[in-house]
C-alpha cells in the first residue's frame, strides 16, 4: 500500500501559477501510475492528469492541456503538477492519485484562483 500527502496548493491570482507535489511512501513508487484529478464545490471529482510508471508517457484533460504539466521524480518518490495560466474555474481540491492493483488517494490540497 502506498500512502500520499500533497503540498503546495494555495490562494493565487488568475494568470498565476502554482507547483503541487504529493510524496509517496514506500519504496516502490516507480511501480505506480500517478495522476491528478480535482473535485470543486457541489461538483463530482474529475480527472486532470495522468502519467506513466517511467514518466515517458502524459495524458491531460482538455481543459488543462497548455497549462497545466505532470512529472515525476521516482529518485525522490514524488509526483509533481505545474500548473501555469490558472483560471477561477481552476478552483478546486487537488488530489493525487496511484494506481497499480488499487486506487490510492491523497487527502487534498485547496487551490483558490482569485478573479
Known amino acids: 500500500q502506498v500512502q500520499l500527502v500533497e503540498s503546495g496548493g494555495g490562494l493565487v491570482q488568475t494568470g498565476g501559477s502554482l507547483r503541487l507535489s504529493c510524496a509517496a511512501s514506500?519504496?516502490?513508487?516507480?511501480?505506480?501510475?500517478m495522476g491528478w484529478f480535482r473535485q470543486a464545490p457541489g461538483q463530482e471529482r474529475e480527472f486532470v492528469a495522468t502519467?506513466?510508471?517511467?514518466?515517458?508517457?502524459?495524458h491531460y484533460a482538455d481543459f488543462v492541456k497548455g497549462r497545466f504539466t505532470i512529472s515525476r521524480d521516482n529518485a525522490k518518490n514524488t509526483l509533481y503538477l505545474q500548473m501555469n495560466s490558472l483560471r477561477p474555474e481552476d478552483t478546486a481540491v487537488y488530489y493525487c492519485?496511484?494506481?497499480?492493483?488499487?486506487?490510492?488517494w491523497g487527502q487534498g490540497t485547496q487551490v483558490t484562483v482569485s478573479s
Open positions: 502519467i506513466s510508471r517511467s514518466g515517458d508517457s502524459t
Open positions: 514506500g519504496r516502490t513508487f516507480s511501480s505506480y501510475s
Open positions: 492519485s496511484a494506481r497499480r492493483d488499487a486506487h490510492y
